[in-house]
């Protein structure tokens, strides 16, 4: 897994990159009441605010960590966007996408790095 500074988790699963925010974030933000994800198939690049988050506390923007394609998105969200707080690195991710240069991901930081940037 990689993680930015914005508090996003990425996995690499079957060829796609899976995105969420980290239960650091999570429990930043408080409950979250609704969730506004990508459309699938769009094109996005790195740092596109993409992600429309609103909780109890505050309304966040989540940008795209990567440049590529938006593949799939957890609709499930829409009904249930708590799904975020109950499992932020499980089912709560927010979307998959095809990254159009792999080699980002390393621009990221590895679990130990992330621990150490939250202190």
Do not use: C
């Not at 994800?37 to 605010?49: H, I, K, M, N, Q």
Request: glycine share 8%; no cysteine.
């Amino acid at each position: 897994m990689r993680f930015t500074e914005e508090h996003e988790w990425l996995r690499e699963e079957d060829g796609m990159i899976v995105v969420g925010i980290t239960e650091h974030a999570s429990e930043q933000l408080g409950d979250i009441v609704f969730v506004e994800l990508p459309e699938e198939g769009t094109t996005v690049a790195r740092d596109d605010e993409i992600v429309v988050i609103e909780s109890v506390k505050a309304a966040s923007d989540i940008m795209a960590p990567l440049d590529g394609e938006i593949v799939e998105v957890n609709t499930a969200l829409a009904d249930e966007p708590g799904k975020v707080n109950e499992d932020p690195m499980g089912d709560g991710w927010f979307f998959k996408m095809v990254a159009s240069d792999p080699a980002q991901l390393e621009d990221h930081m590895d679990e130990a790095a992330y621990r150490k940037f939250i202190g």
